[in-house]
């Protein structure tokens, strides 16, 4: 199969939908993903145990991008007198809520960028529930 050019398979993450085809709901809760695409039927874990590690790689990367963009902006904007008060009780509270709320990104983003480094199979795809239905003899 072709693999997807990447700023789409990027702007279909973002969204929080299949990266292979837009397709979407694909979460059941803010951080539990349905097995398969309903769209295109695509295996959002693509059969591999350990394969949400990339996901918790990628939130710990984007949160420990967030840390140093906040600890560069707040001693720039505060400098020399940084007030440590502030930068401990945002820094708490930042370190608390941007994992959970990046938590399904990271997830969709991981999965674009598995879909670009290798291309999804036949064996990838199931068919999907609603196809499924509409072509069952009678």
Not at 114 to 131: I, K, S
């Amino acid at each position: 199969m072709d693999r997807g050019p990447p700023l789409t398979l990027l702007s279909r993450a973002v969204r929080l939908r299949c990266p292979h085809c837009g397709g979407a709901p694909i979460f059941v809760t803010w951080s539990r993903l349905v097995p398969n695409c309903p769209v295109c039927g695509l295996g959002l874990e693509r059969g591999e145990q350990g394969y949400w590690l990339g996901a918790y790689f990628f939130n710990l990367m984007a949160v420990e991008t967030l840390f140093g963009v906040w600890v560069a902006a707040l001693l720039w904007w505060t400098w020399p007198s940084p007030p440590w008060g502030l930068f401990q009780v945002v820094t708490l509270v930042l370190m608390a809520i941007a994992p959970v709320a990046f938590f399904p990104f990271s997830k969709t983003l991981f999965l674009a960028f598995d879909l670009w480094v290798r291309p999804p199979t036949e064996n990838d795809f199931v068919v999907p529930h609603e196809v499924a239905r509409r072509h069952r003899p009678a």
